[in-house]
Structures are given as structure tokens and as C-alpha cells.
């Protein structure tokens, strides 16, 4: 089964500064997506960028890009010029790559979180 | 677009008493997912639907809980009898097959708040 870890329950973040999530999962999949979202206070999820495994290149997203490390399994989130909006709680998420219609290839398995804060 | 819409967006009810919670998905998404989210837990699938039908429903914890699609634009999650451990916040989300690729995204609601006491 596939799992996903995020090791860092909070972080914090000084205004304008760069901050790095940790992500690490768990696969014997050889290709699937990954995912970062964003949890504000207001509960919405919303995306933040995603990552194809079969892409060599690392996403970008504006501020937020990622590190990609297949070999070992790590999707690490970095938040540059980090601003107050950014504060919320961040969930990397991992879903296989099954392009078969139906099937159990749809749910995204979820990490624990990691609750950022920017102070000014 | 509205997005995904659930109702209620809170809702507070006593221990054995029955819980709808209800969601709308984007219109021309084929499938639905309902997740259950705790302290505890964190985000979790509890069962999701393909073009109405449930395809996996493995997460749902117990037979007091029951979910249905009577069409493309409508979905329920029954809880009944609630408990006090039901407490959580409950999200939808819909994502769609075109072309023969499966979305990359997932479009999630706004979530409801149970707490059973």
C-alpha cells in the first residue's frame, strides 16, 4: 500500500524568506502523480502545484517549486519570498498513474500535514 | 463555475440521531469522492464514485455510514446512528476522465463540520 509522510507537524517562516515542506512516500508504482495543497483556516483545499513522475524536470508554480527525488522517494515543497497568505496547513498528496478507465486509480492518499506560519 | 457545493456547511446534531450531508459536483465531472478529515486521521477516502456508481467504498468505516448517487449532479453521505467519534469535517471533491486521461486535479468543496455530541 502506498503511504505518504510529511515529518514536520509545523514550521514557521519568517516574511520574504524561503521555507522548505518535507514529503517522503512510499511506492512500488512506477509512475504516478504528486501533489501539494494548501489548507487556509477556511478549510478550502486547494491545489498548489503537482508533479508527473515520469517528468525528469521539477514543477514550478510562480513562488512554490518542487525537489523531486524519485530514486528516493521525496517531494519536498519550497515557498520562496514566503508572504502572510501562505500560512496554512500543507498536505502533499500521491496518486498512481492507472490510465485504465475505473478502477481504484482515482483517490489521492494524503500525508498528515505540516502547519506553516509567516511571521511579519 | 460554483465549484463543489456541500450543505450544510456545519452542522451539530446528538449522538444517535441521523446525518445527510450532501454535495454537488463541478457539472461534466464523472467522479465524486467523499474524505473524512481528523486531528487524529488526517485526510482519509472514504468511498468514491465513477459516473454514479461507488467503486470503492473500503474506507468507510462502518455500516452506519452509507453514501449514494442518485444522479450526476447529486450526492449523499448518511451517517446513522451518529457518534461523537463522527466528528469531523467532511469534504467532496470531483475530478473527470476526458480523451482517456484521468484529471490531474481534484476540485474539492468546502467542507462540512459534524460534531455529534
Known amino acids: 500500500a502506498q503511504t505518504v509522510t510529511q515529518s514536520q507537524p509545523e514550521m514557521s517562516v519568517q516574511e520574504a524568506e524561503t521555507v522548505t515542506l518535507s514529503c517522503t512516500y512510499d511506492t512500488s508504482e512506477s509512475d504516478y502523480y504528486l501533489f501539494w495543497y494548501k489548507q487556509p483556516p477556511s478549510r478550502q483545499m486547494i491545489l498548489v502545484i503537482r508533479?508527473?513522475?515520469?517528468?525528469?524536470q521539477n514543477a514550478t508554480e510562480n513562488r512554490f517549486s518542487v525537489n523531486f527525488q524519485k530514486a528516493a522517494k521525496s517531494f519536498s515543497l519550497k515557498i520562496s519570498d514566503s508572504q502572510l497568505g501562505d500560512a496554512a496547513m500543507y498536505f502533499c498528496?500521491?496518486?498512481?498513474?492507472?490510465?485504465?478507465?475505473?478502477?481504484?486509480?482515482?483517490?489521492?492518499?494524503f500525508g498528515k500535514g505540516t502547519k506553516l506560519s509567516v511571521k511579519p | 463555475d460554483a465549484g463543489v457545493i456541500q450543505s450544510p456547511r456545519h452542522e451539530v446534531t446528538e449522538m444517535g440521531q441521523e446525518v445527510t450531508l450532501r454535495c454537488k459536483p463541478i457539472?461534466?465531472?464523472?467522479?465524486l469522492f467523499w474524505y473524512r478529515q481528523t486531528m487524529m486521521r488526517g485526510l482519509e477516502l472514504l468511498i468514491y464514485?465513477?459516473?454514479?456508481?461507488?467503486?470503492?467504498d473500503s474506507g468507510m468505516p462502518e455500516d452506519r455510514f452509507s453514501a449514494k448517487m442518485p444522479n450526476a449532479s447529486f450526492s449523499t453521505l448518511k451517517i446513522q446512528p451518529s457518534e461523537p467519534r463522527d466528528s469531523a469535517v467532511y469534504f467532496c471533491a470531483s475530478s473527470y476522465w476526458t480523451s482517456g486521461f484521468f484529471s490531474n486535479e481534484q476540485f474539492f468543496g468546502p467542507g462540512t463540520r459534524l460534531t455529534v455530541l
Open positions: 457539472s461534466g465531472h464523472d467522479y
Open positions: 464514485f465513477n459516473n454514479n456508481v461507488p467503486i470503492d
Open positions: 498528496a500521491y496518486r498512481r498513474r492507472r490510465e485504465d478507465y475505473g478502477g481504484s486509480q482515482g483517490n489521492l492518499i
Open positions: 508533479q508527473e513522475a515520469y517528468k525528469q
